[in-house]
Each structure stands twice: as structure tokens, then as C-alpha cells.
């Protein structure tokens, strides 16, 4: 049967034809039947592919994405008052959780006989698409804002796709890329085929954690991709009778730019565009998120918020998560462990609560400017040295 795509908000299908937006407006997302769904006997080891059969696709490229490690963090309960578990997905081979829609995304183009992939990023999503666009033999288009930082230029140039920096509002550019008469697929942060990719992590999470459930899921949030399939997955998963409750979805944005949190304080039914500040959790400011009112419906739909946090505590939870949990990640993911810290405190989370947070992307590709702790010895001073240090 030929996949379709659907409309969460009207319901209205279409056949899969690169539609990526309803009549409505709203974005669209793929139809799965989750009757009779059942947690896979694959390995492990196939990553995200053990659940090809709930995926639009049949033929893998790249490496496998997925089973990344879901972790008890024991030492940074106190801080952020509940039982706290983290879904490092850092670990995906380029580093962030964008993997899991790129391979679906990049696999469906060369599996349907595209020579052409794209995106619009600020940084995770360029850098895999390219990435896997590599892997499968495919040019890649990737376009970013003109302010993109060099370094993550660089990096995204390794896998040799045609990068353009572009002037103009980024919102404009994420949607005008969607109906374009080319022949480029686009694979955008919102699109049917990311957001059936990635609602793979919330399929790990509570396999893993199986039998036990999770009382809240935490995410950063930006165009509201990431937060639709997480919501789709949850509820797949509860209509397969493979979970009893669906967790309580959070989502966090950064206080500089919060559309989806607006909406959510002002208990609005749609989310509208904003004026951002700077902030450096670049990677989430989206001032005009495409899947936002799909986001906010979800966190709504299962007992949970959207809320923002400022930078200063953004900082903070990437100090404790090094420190704490031995891990670094990009601002734009520790804002997760930030917002879980404001939902104890203001009563969402309760201390007796298992919560999963999850990490989306590393803090080890770039620098963030902070202070750097070394001193210089002479080698005849070694031991000397370490004993100020040790205290023996």
C-alpha cells in the first residue's frame, strides 16, 4: 500500500507526492496503524532500523542512527528535584538527534530515484544531511542563515554539499525552499519524513525502559518537529497497548525567543511569529517555528507545558551536565535539563516523578568562550604539583 500523509489538526489525507502541508496550513505527518505493533526481535545493533516496519521506507542508507544510551543520572537529581534519566543522543553518528529524520528522509529520496537532497538549517540538520546525502551518492543543497558561525560551516563542508548563505528572514526561507518547482527533495526540520524518522527516540525510550514508564518526557523545542513526533510516537504506543500511560510531554525554549511558550502563557490556540533576541541557543531560535501550534496541542494533549528558560540557566545546566554527568552539549539541548530544574520548582514535576530528558545535540563540535581551567608546571615539579592539588 503507498503511504499517506495526514493531517493531525483537520485529518484530511493525501498521497504521498513531497506534500508537506495540508490545505489547512498545519504540517503533515505519516499515516501508521499501529494495531498489532509489538516491541521488534531485531538486534539493538540496527539502530533505529529494528522499526522499519512503522517507517515509510525499506531500504537504509548511512550508518544506522539510534539505540543511543538512556542513562540514570543519579548525581544531578538533586538539582533538578526528581528521578532524572538521560537520552544522550549526541551519540548518533553525526552528533545530534537530526539523524533519525535524515536517514528516512535521504533513504526515501534514493530509494524513489531523487539525485537531489536539501535543507535549511542553522547547523545539525546541514551537517546531516550532507552527511548522509554522502552516504547514499546524492547532492546535497544546504542553506543557512548568513550569520551561521564559520566553524559550523566547516563542518558541514567535510561531506561536500553545495552551501548557500543566505540574507532574509529565516522563516521565509524555511517555507518558500517547501514550494519550490526544483528538483530537490527537501527534508526540513517539520516535513512527513523527518518527523517519521525521529519519533524513533520516544520508540527507544520506552522500550527501554520497559516495563517501567516514565512519568514526563523533556525536549528543546524550535520549529516543533522534533515535539510532533515525539507526541506521534507516545500515542502509536498507547494505541498498540505497548504503554499503559502516556507520559506528560514538556518542551523548552530559550526566554529570547519563545513563540510556542507564548502561545502556551497566554493560552492561546495558535502560535504566532515573534521578534527574537539573541540568545545562545542559536539552534532553537525560531522565531516563526512551522509545526509550533502542532507542538503546543501536543504538550496540551498529554498534561504538559511549554515553558522557556533564560541563557543564564541554560549555562548552568551545561556546567552540571560536565560536571555531574560527564557529558557536554550544545546550548540549544541543555536548555532540556534547565527546563526540567523550572518544572520542580514551579510544581509541573514532583520529586517522586521518572523523568526522561532528552539530549539532542553534542557540546564537543564547537567552542562556547568559557573560562579555561590549566596551569603550566616544569616536569621536575611533577609530583610537588599534584600533591597541592590532592591534598597529600
Known amino acids: 500500500m503507498t503511504p499517506q500523509v495526514r493531517c493531525y489538526d483537520c485529518a484530511e489525507a493525501y498521497e504521498i507526492d513531497d506534500r ?80 533519525r529524520g535524515t536517514a528516512v528522509g535521504v533513504s526515501y529520496a534514493a530509494q524513489t530515484g531523487h539525485e537531489w537532497v536539501g535543507t535549511v538549517s542553522h547547523g545539525n540538520m546541514a551537517l546531516s544531511t550532507s552527511a548522509y546525502a554522502a552516504s547514499a551518492g546524492l547532492e546535497c543543497a544546504v542553506f543557512v542563515p548568513v550569520d551561521t558561525p564559520p566553524e559550523r560551516l566547516e563542518l558541514i563542508n567535510r561531506h561536500d554539499p553545495h552551501v548557500f548563505r543566505v540574507k532574509g528572514d529565516y522563516g521565509r526561507l524555511y517555507a518558500e525552499t517547501l514550494i519550490l518547482e526544483t528538483d530537490v527533495m527537501f527534508v526540513n526540520s517539520d516535513t512527513p519524513l523527518r518527523v517519521a524518522g525521529q519519533k524513533t527516540v520516544a520508540y527507544e525510550i520506552l522500550e527501554q525502559l520497559h516495563p ?47 513563540p510556542i511558550a507564548m502561545a502556551y502563557r497566554e ?69 532540556s535539563l534547565a527546563g526540567v530544574r523550572h518544572l520542580s520548582s514551579s510544581g509541573h514535576i514532583k520529586a517522586d516523578d521518572d523523568v526522561v530528558t532528552i539530549l539532542t545535540g553534542s557540546g564537543y563540535k564547537e567552542r562556547y568562550g ?23
Request: glycine content about 8%; some cysteine.
Open 20 to 99: 508537506k502541508r495540508c490545505t489547512c496550513g498545519e504540517p503533515l505527518w505519516f499515516d501508521t496503524n499501529p494495531i498489532g505493533m509489538g516491541w521488534p526481535d531485531d538486534e539493538w545493533t540496527a539502530g533505529m532500523w529494528r522499526y522499519v516496519d512503522t517507517l515509510p521506507v525499506s531500504d537504509p542508507v548511512g550508518i544506522p542512527p539510534g539505540t543511543t544510551p538512556l542513562v540514570r543520572a543519579d548525581r544531578l537529581d538533586e538539582y533538578v528535584g526528581c528521578t532524572l534519566y538521560l537520552k544522550n543522543e549526541a551519540q548518533n553518528p553525526t552528533g545530534s538527534f537530526k539523524d
Open 212 to 258: 517501567a514508564e516514565p512519568d514526563a518526557l523533556v525536549l528543546p523545542v524550535s520549529s516543533g518537529g522534533q515535539a510532533s513526533a515525539v507526541w506521534k510516537a507516545v500515542r502509536e504506543l498507547e494505541c498498540a497497548g505497548l504503554i499503559d500511560d502516556v507520559p506528560r510531554l514538556y518542551f523548552v525554549q530559550a526566554a529570547a525567543c519563545d
Open 267 to 335: 493560552d492561546k490556540a495558535v502560535v504566532m511569529p515573534v521578534s527574537a533576541d539573541e540568545t545562545i541557543a542559536i539552534s532553537i531560535a525560531n522565531s516563526d517555528p512551522p509545526s509550533g501550534t502542532r507542538a503546543l496541542e501536543a504538550a496540551r494533549d498529554t498534561g504538559g507545558a511549554v515553558i522557556s528558560v533564560p541563557d543564564d540557566e541554560t549555562r548552568d545546566a551545561m556546567a552540571h551536565l560536565s560536571t555531574k554527568a560527564g557529558t557536554s552539549v550544545e546550548p540549544s539541548s541543555a536548555v
Open 370 to 392: 568559557a573560562e579555561i581551567n590549566v596551569r603550566s608546571i616544569d616536569l621536575d615539579d611533577l609530583e610537588q604539583e599534584l600533591r597541592s592539588v590532592v591534598g597529600r
